[in-house]
């Protein structure tokens, strides 16, 4: 039997967690706008506004400042795809869940894996990070900026430098932090930074925002095939392994995204549209102002929770400034809190991961979200499930 | 300098191509609706939901009936990543450009390929794949439906079984057909079939359905491989060697979509309200009808074309119902004409790929746009254009 159900009709609820968050009302009406064709002039020009948008909020000149079509982990597996060739040595930072997947794809790509293992929720110093590139000599560095799972910073300045120093490609996931925690590609020397729009961006989850410096595109353009259905005289094979997949080679997506305009995927139109106004909603507002404004929010989140009683995950120095995380109370039971603030009060907080589960909550305030008057409802309504479950 | 670029503001084009085409208006609108968290009950109610729907738009009883977050070329990916082990032989059928991508698909893969080629726009009868399949014996079988490329719709009435009989895993493209001609997925045993919502569908790109039947699902589910930073107790890793990718590793997007919520990617959330919606109003309408919209459609703009003393592209047998290929008459420029009518007209028709550039337009009429009266319109605006062209 047919069932067609109802009209999309979600709660109106405020999500506080560490994202998805509410998408700002202009990137949901920019997604009402109707399609273009793919290389209609108007659809390119809206691509390359794209591209000098995200140049600015990823704080780079980087010609190759582009979108991945799917989420933010379609961004990791893009860039680490197309950086590591089969049996490539590669270091990464595992202090989280986040840092654990990059190990994860880079097994599947057949990479020969060191790491720098710490702590969940710990950072690696400038020296630890030096002392395993000239040890292991890797051909690719990878780290994560923000980890949710642990609602810590890795600190990155002059990480590209040493990356550069010992001659390794270097890669970071910002997914947790554009938009909302300064994001220096350029000054870092970061080679090639991934995202997502559903965190600080304000977005909804479904576009990766990627940038990659000159360098590393030389390299993933020497691991180029071109489709034979499509080949062309003015675009040729690299000499290196090829990508071992087609919708991650960003050979192919840059030659989509040039001049060039050599068809690959299709373009998902409408988060095209969400995000470019994730990225025209960041730059009016400007960048520093929106990093204060995450500080401010972030803040006012962790001495709330403090004024509660509470005590906090992790360490204030790494904190990331958009998520909080927080131990559960001894004898509260943590996800029937979690059921009653959003029964009752229509807010969500997040749970945990891996060795944290059950043991803190975590409390998000970004992009949209990261406003005061949020933070003292959140703040407010959890008070009184607290009060009410003593 | 900072430039923030104006508002969406796209020019209300008839889109009438190959794909992407115009959205319905019920399906922009819900993408307006707001966010919810990854696991809320409404959110994995509404995953629910789009399984059943699109159970029914791909007419099976598949348990594993879900999205892809990505565009139609995800899908694709995603079904032959999980189902092609490396060193795997496996069949296709290349006679345009996208089986042609199979087979670059396939390559990146490392699998053995057995291809039956034919000349682009011709399609294998069953004896040809009988043949191959005998002779080739492969894990893995997989074709287009409808090739755009070429507008050719490959019969697949008894393929699956075929591909039964030879202990084959048979994978289908469906994404030029999907909710325009009818893809009987249980009727003709076929394993797996993915598709995209730009095309019949009357969607925007970037959301990819899929359904799997429940063989082809315990052989992936062999592949699995949990990521250690969210490992539990009742999910273990498979017994066959790993797929090659985490994001579009199926055994874990399953386990995602699953009454067990193993965490993934965060899915698109606007993208799924959308397809949900696209799915809604393909059952509403009722697929027969909706069948019968896109024949009459099509037949009108065949007849028409004809009419205008064009030659048609391909056989009359085997065209798609959705997407007409016309040659472009001796002497006109092919490529001035759809610019004259984009600019003159804002209807926008489609180039071709390969052998066939320079030689046909393909115009289209699916989804939204398959009605009468746009077909006139595209007709009577050829016919201006063409007779100020003489």
Redesign the interface.
């Given at each position: 039997m047919?069932?067609?159900?109802g009209?999309?009709?979600?709660?109106?609820?405020l999500?506080m967690?560490p994202?998805?968050?509410?998408?700002h009302p202009r990137v949901?009406?920019?997604?009402?706008?109707?399609?273009?064709?793919?290389f209609?002039p108007?659809?390119t020009e809206?691509m390359n506004?794209t591209m000098?948008?995200y140049r600015?909020v990823f704080m780079t000149q980087n010609r190759w400042t582009f979108l991945i079509?799917?989420?933010?982990?379609?961004g990791i597996?893009a860039a680490l795809?197309s950086l590591i060739e089969p049996g490539a040595k590669v270091l990464l930072i595992r202090s989280?869940?986040?840092g654990?997947?990059l190990?994860?794809?880079a097994e599947?790509?057949?990479a020969d894996i060191a790491t720098i293992d710490l702590e969940w929720g710990q950072v690696a110093t400038l020296a630890q990070i030096e002392a395993a590139l000239a040890e292991h000599r890797p051909a690719v560095f990878a780290a994560i900026h923000g980890d949710t799972?642990t609602t810590t910073a890795q600190p990155l300045e002059g990480v590209g430098a040493l990356c550069r120093k010992y001659d390794a490609l270097s890669y970071v996931d910002a997914t947790a932090t554009l938009g909302g925690m300064p994001v220096r590609t350029d000054e870092w020397e970061i080679d090639v930074i991934s995202a997502?729009l559903?965190k600080c961006m304000g977005g909804?989850?479904?576009?990766a925002p990627i940038t990659i410096s000159d360098r590393a595109a030389e390299f993933i353009f020497s691991r180029r095939?071109v489709?034979?259905?499509?080949r062309r005289d003015d675009i040729s094979d690299g000499t290196r392994p090829?990508?071992?997949?087609?919708?991650?080679?960003l050979a192919m997506v840059m030659d989509y995204w040039s001049e060039k305009r050599l068809?690959?995927?299709?373009?998902?139109?409408?988060?095209l549209?969400?995000a470019?106004?994730c990225a025209?909603l960041a730059?009016?507002e400007g960048l520093e102002n929106r990093f204060a404004r995450h500080v401010a929010a972030g803040k006012a989140m962790a001495e709330g929770l403090r004024g509660l009683g509470l005590t906090l995950y992790g360490q204030d120095a790494y904190r990331m400034s958009n998520v909080t995380g927080v131990y559960i109370p001894e004898g509260v039971n943590g996800e029937r809190v979690r059921a009653r603030m959003?029964d009752e009060y229509q807010i969500?907080i997040g749970t945990a991961?891996?060795p944290l589960v059950g043991k803190i909550w975590r409390l998000g305030a970004m992009g949209y979200n990261a406003e005061l008057h949020k933070v003292r409802l959140t703040l407010a309504a959890l008070k009184a499930v607290l009060e009410s479950e003593a």
């Open positions: 047919s069932n067609f159900y009209e999309i009709d979600p709660p109106q609820r999500l967690g994202g998805p968050i509410n998408v949901l009406r920019a997604m009402g706008a109707d399609m273009l064709g793919q209609d108007e659809m809206y506004q000098d948008l600015q079509d799917g989420s933010a982990r379609a597996e795809t989280g869940r986040f654990m997947l190990g994860e794809i599947r790509l057949g799972s997502g559903q909804p989850p479904g576009s095939k489709e034979s259905g499509i090829f990508i071992r997949s087609n919708y991650f080679d068809n690959h995927h299709t373009e998902a139109t409408s988060m549209y969400a470019r106004e025209r730059l009016e959003r969500e991961f891996g």
